[in-house]
């Protein structure tokens, strides 16, 4: 079974900096896409970014783009997301998940496996 564990999540300033960083394991094939996401209370889960491993392509909301970058270090087996410039609408559970289907895409529907999430807090 997949085990993907997110850390990195706490609380910051407006206009601060945070990065994620989601550890994988266990996986059992070779080409797969993994996503962040996030959730606020009484909203809906949304993506934020996510990267083939493939191709290393990447994608973005448009909510994010120019602050948020997503890289891997594939000899750890680990997918960052650096948040630079939060802003208190960034507040939100985080959650990195995979798929088997190496295509970077930011639906949550289109995942399969997702870790427990951690959370993110900006005070302005």
């Known amino acids: 079974e997949v085990q993907l564990v997110e850390s990195g999540g706490g609380l910051v300033q407006a206009g601060g900096s945070l990065r994620l960083s989601c550890a994988a394991s266990?996986?059992?094939?070779?080409?797969?896409?993994i996503g962040w996401f996030r959730q606020a209370p009484g909203k809906e889960r949304e993506g934020v970014s996510c990267?083939?491993?493939?191709?290393?392509?990447?994608g973005y909301a448009d909510s994010v783009k120019g602050r948020f970058t997503i890289f891997s270090d594939n000899a750890k087996n680990t997918v960052y997301l650096q948040m630079n410039s939060l802003k208190p609408e960034d507040t939100a559970v985080y959650y990195c998940?995979?798929?088997?289907?190496?295509?970077?895409?930011?639906?949550?529907?289109?995942?399969?496996?997702w870790g427990q999430g951690t959370q993110v807090t900006v005070s302005s």
């Open positions: 998940a995979a798929k088997d289907v190496a295509i970077a895409t930011i639906n949550p529907n289109e995942y399969d496996w």
């Open positions: 266990r996986f059992t094939f070779d080409d797969y896409a």
């Open positions: 990267i083939s491993s493939s191709d290393g392509s990447t």
